[in-house]
């Protein structure tokens, strides 16, 4: 399939959706293109956060903003996860369910991809859920 040749110029915001949807429709790993940047960015300073994070820690006010943002992607994707563990046919791991040892799997691979050390660990995620640490 040939791509469609190149356009100059969008009138409106929706007719530029369209036509780049159309042609990112036509090129694979496209969805990279900003998801591996937006991790990079984000990925040290989560990194960070959970570094010395255990249950019962006080946390910087900064350190509980990167702790908020993991807990609302797990929150935003845990019915996804959950497709996919039964996808997988993967299991649980002490009190955690499939979709929040998919969530630590995925999230450590993450971390690797950008450089980072893999510390995110059932305990780590558990308090993170629970809500078991304070701001300082």
Partial sequence: MSSPSPIDKYDTVSEAEDDIHRRIDLIPNVDEWLLKPLAVAVMPTWTDALTSFSAKSRVTRSEAAALDQIE???????????????????????????????FIVLFRDLQRETGERAN??????????????TIK
Wanted: no cysteine.
């Fill in 72 to 102: 609302s992607l797990y929150q935003n994707i845990q019915p996804l996860l959950q497709q996919r563990s039964e996808l997988l046919g993967s299991g649980t791991m002490d009190t955690l369910e499939e979709s929040h040892v998919l």
């Fill in 120 to 133: 995110m660990n059932p305990h780590k995620l558990r308090v993170l859920l629970d809500g078991r640490y």
